[in-house]
């Protein structure tokens, strides 16, 4: 019985040896040195397949001449961001003292818009990320790619699945107030459930609850309209945002009549606040003021126009 035990205790001891020792071979292992913000967002940017379905800022809301101009005219601004700067030379495999090559130039510009397009949320020690990137195969068509990244670079895809629709900023600035029977808002805090001041199909005010709030991140070089009436009422929201006429702010020109006064300006103006917000409130119009200004809502759909 002895000699049986003896026989048995080193072959199991040695079992147990050898899984300590690749456990802690395992542990041991490092990622890697953590890496900077911009350096995860490209490898994001790679690990989804290096290109984004995303709101060009040098197509939209109009194209503004070709690649290459485009690339020139952004470069100050990518230089003068260092971080970004660096983690894209070291990532095309460029030096800051060298001359760029027109391809170059362009391979810069992409990789920095794109960079700005992707949000990393803190998740554990890492971040994740919810990305759109073209369907392959399709000219319009995006897939939906979520995962993560660690601190060092690693990507891990989680879940792919069907796209949405591409919808590019088209509403108001941080900073404006949203009528309600309360007072002002920030509308960037207006959430689901609160009362608001809307319209009815007559033009007059009415209280409506808030159905549905929107935010859109806004792409490098978006602009938006500043709007200012005779009256002093003055309101910032994105070109493409509808008015309740059926125009949208962009198409206002000074002098135009406009809730019951007149445009004095309509400039175009650099924004760089992050995100643009929208909301919709209940009723037959989908309408809300916007510092005293009545606008349509971006996520209001006529029910006569969908019947």
């Not at 409130?281 to 200004?293: D, E, I, L, M, Q």
């Amino acid at each position: 019985m002895r000699a049986a035990k003896i026989g048995h205790v080193p072959r199991l001891a040695l079992g147990l040896v050898a899984l300590l020792v690749v456990g802690a071979c395992a542990k041991s292992t490092p990622e890697g040195p953590p890496k900077s913000l911009p350096e995860l967002k490209l490898a994001v940017l790679d690990a989804v397949g290096g290109r984004l379905f995303y709101c060009d800022p040098d197509e939209y809301p109009l194209p503004r001449g070709d690649r290459i101009e485009s690339a020139r005219q952004r470069f100050p601004t990518i230089e003068a961001d260092t971080s970004s700067y660096q983690a894209i030379l070291e990532h095309e495999g460029l030096s800051a003292g060298q001359q760029f090559a027109d391809d170059q130039l362009i391979a810069i510009n992409d990789d920095y818009k794109q960079m700005q397009a992707i949000e990393l949320e803190p998740e554990g020690d890492g971040y994740s990320f919810e990305l759109l990137v073209p369907k392959a195969g399709e000219e319009s068509g995006s897939e939906s790619v979520a995962g993560t990244v660690s601190p060092s670079g690693t990507v891990a895809i989680k879940s792919r699945g069907p796209g949405r629709p591409l919808n590019c900023p088209i509403c108001l600035a941080r900073g404006v107030r949203i009528a309600t029977p309360q007072g002002g808002i920030l509308v960037e805090d207006v959430r689901i459930g609160m009362r608001v001041w809307t319209t009815d199909l007559q033009g007059q005010r009415i209280v409506g609850v808030v159905l549905e709030v929107g935010r859109m991140q806004a792409p490098i070089g978006h602009q938006v309209v500043r709007l200012t009436l005779i009256d002093g009422r003055t309101v910032t929201v994105s070109p493409g945002h509808p008015t309740p006429d059926g125009r949208t702010v962009g198409d206002l020109m000074v002098g135009d009549p406009f809730d019951g006064s007149r445009v004095q300006s309509a400039g175009r103006i650099g924004y760089a606040d992050g995100f643009t917000f929208d909301l919709l409130p209940s009723g037959p119009t989908g309408t809300y003021f916007a510092n005293g200004v009545l606008l349509g809502s971006t996520l209001w759909s006529d029910p006569l126009e969908s019947s």
